[in-house]
């Protein structure tokens, strides 16, 4: 994990010490619950690594919790429509998702209803920006099965970019294919 940099804004910092994510953190200095050297803190305030952050917010840190989920087909990650079961349905009431030790979870990205893999489920905020947010340039690899035999031209294509209708075609991706209906593709 990198190191702080300082001056940093007043809710990164307790962000970083798990007071709150940083909307909880702006909330908690909206309530004068925070200070900084002994004075209330405003929101867009910094702080320095040796300055005293006092936070009167009745609890302790919340404890983030993090879980590994092998998604099945024909779930839906979140948002279901009609008939259609997400991530929390799909975990039965047995297992307490919606109380106890699960309560608060989210997926941290997506994967389509006919895929099926690993999503992590957390309630860290955080790090889903660390790890979703494009500016980290994080690698994705997924394996791919097709009902089609890959065109012999499919590698090259696909590793240029593919024009999906957007102002600009996809990032170039690596393939590795690995038989007539199989590939790999890491995304960033």
């Known amino acids: ?7 940093m804004r007043i809710n990164k910092y307790l962000a970083l010490k798990n007071y709150a994510t940083r909307r909880g953190a702006d909330e908690l200095i909206e309530k004068n619950r925070v200070l900084i050297n002994g004075r209330f803190a405003v929101l867009g305030d910094k702080v320095n690594e040796n300055d005293n952050v006092e936070v009167r ?9 993090y879980y590994a989920y092998n998604k099945p087909v024909d779930v839906i990650t979140h948002s279901p429509q009609r ?3 997400d991530i929390a349905q ?3 009431s047995d297992t307490g998702f ?6 608060g979870l989210f997926p941290i990205g997506r994967l389509d209803k ?5 999503i992590i489920l957390t309630n860290d905020g955080r790090v889903t920006d660390r790890l979703l947010n494009p500016k980290h340039n994080h690698d994705k690899e997924y394996l791919v099965k097709t009902v089609n035999k ?3 031209n499919f590698k090259e294509k696909m590793e240029a970019g593919v024009d999906i209708g957007e102002e600009e075609p996809t990032k170039p991706c690596k393939i590795k294919v690995i ?3 199989t590939f790999s593709i890491t995304l960033t």
Not at 1 to 7: A, N, R, V
Not at 57 to 65: D, L, R, S, T, V
């Open 1 to 7: 994990m990198e190191k702080p940099l300082y001056p």
């Open 57 to 65: 917010q009745g609890k302790k840190p919340e404890a983030y919790a």
């Open 83 to 85: 008939d259609e079961i």
């Open 90 to 92: 799909s975990l039965n």
């Open 98 to 103: 919606t109380s106890g030790p699960l309560a």
């Open 114 to 118: 006919n895929s099926h893999g690993l």
């Open 150 to 152: 890959l065109p012999n």
């Open 179 to 181: 038989d007539d209906y």
